[in-house]
């Protein structure tokens, strides 16, 4: 589907513009490694849901589609708690409070990652030379909608993430191309009178 297609053209323009500021997750591209988070936040791109309007589409094709995709930000940052001032009985409140600091910076550092790339990303989507989002034909994008919500601690990490809404609109089309069939194994099972079980193709 055109809509699929246009889902990829939207990766690579993302991937593109990256300039270092963030990793673009796709099939071909992904971050095994989880320390990849605290160096470059992670944007995804998902197909959300389409829409089909009948009044604007053919009836035997081709049919006018709206497709919405989530733009996924997931950021990262490591909480920095001096252990040696929480693990002391001696240490003075003030000692305390200024070692539980960390964990509200580590908040704020991650926050603040994600209002900057939420920016970039806005400003690559929504520039007039990126209007038709890598295609060759009018895609009608338009950010819709933007979320975000509250770092959360887990453990010694704190996470962020947020979510930029897009529609867009393709044309797809009817091929009519039927599928292949795969090949086929017949497996036979044969039960012994020894109660031994083997199989043979």
Not at 58 to 71: T, W
Not at 112 to 127: N, T
Not at 136 to 160: H, Q
Not at 165 to 194: H, K, M, Y
Request: aromatic share 6%; charged share 25%; net charge negative.
């Amino acid at each position: 589907m055109k809509a699929f297609e246009l889902k990829k053209s939207i990766e690579e323009l993302l991937d593109q513009h990256a300039n270092g500021r963030y990793n673009v997750v796709t099939p071909q591209n992904r971050k095994s490694d989880a320390e990849s988070i605290f160096q470059k936040p992670q944007v995804t791109v998902y197909y959300a849901e389409g829409n089909f309007d009948k009044s604007k589409s053919s009836v035997n094709s081709p049919y006018h589609h709206d497709p919405s995709f989530n733009i996924h930000i997931l950021a990262g940052a490591k909480v920095k708690i001096n252990l040696a001032v929480l693990n002391n009985p001696a240490a003075a409140p003030e000692q305390l409070a200024e070692a539980l600091n960390s964990a509200g910076n580590a908040s704020m550092e991650v926050d603040a990652k994600i209002d900057d790339l939420l920016s970039a990303l806005y400003d690559i989507i929504m520039r007039p030379q990126n209007r038709n989002l890598g295609t060759d034909y009018n895609t009608n994008r338009w950010v819709s909608k933007i979320s975000k919500r509250s770092p959360e601690p887990i453990g010694a990490i704190i996470t962020g993430v947020a979510t930029i809404t897009l529609s867009a609109q393709c044309v797809e089309e009817v091929s009519g191309e039927e599928g292949t069939p795969g090949n086929t194994i017949d497996t036979v099972v044969e039960f012994r009178d020894d109660s031994k079980q083997g199989a043979k193709t």
